[in-house]
């Protein structure tokens, strides 16, 4: 927990009701143990669609499709999600899910991997992208994330703090742990220091990124 439980819980406690659809979802993960996004990411993610009224939004790492439902809710008429996933076992789930919420015309479920997917899609036609996946590849993920980023779009990256290991030394995480903290310094360091985005690192929920790619005008 990177903030005070307490405060967390308080806050919690102010959050509106999910709808119908989102609150069944949510449900069944807790009852499976399928991870989804924490409450905090979920008030973050609202609001800042709520600005930005994305029209295309890329999510790496679709899971069981909750956080994609979500940010359809805040899809402007004519807006899109592209969503991505590997786990075949989630994939099921997540197309029953986005079924049941009557967004298959919305929502496009892309399988495979990520890295291979992102190949095929259209530079520069995303306006937002939320990146949920495997932590260690969001490094590896980046170029390609670049490349499909309209300027100006908004990139999230979630849970980049990693429960606050991400501050200790690489031998002060335990050994199965030492890829992921090193390839998220390298991430955060990037995001941080690339000339074509502007980036802010969060401390709510795990820890998020958000950066914003410059427009060509502004990159130094």
Sequence with gaps: MIVNERIVSYIHSLESQ?????TK???NAIK???PIIRKEMES???VMLTISKPLNILELGCAIGYS???MSEYLPEGGHITTIENYDRRIVEAKANIEMAGLSSKITLLEGDAMEVMKDLESENYDFVFMDAAKAQ???FLPEVMRLMKPGAILIADNVLQDGDIIESRYGVIRRNRTIHS???EYMY????MEELETTIVPIGDGITMSVKKEKKDVQ
């Design 183 to 185: 390839r998220m310094r």
């Design 18 to 22: 999910n709808s119908e659809v989102l």
């Design 138 to 140: 969001y490094i590896n």
């Design 68 to 70: 994609a439902i979500l």
């Design 44 to 46: 973050f993610l609202r």
């Design 190 to 193: 990037e995001v941080k220091h």
């Design 25 to 27: 979802i949510e449900q």
């Design 32 to 34: 499976d143990n399928v």
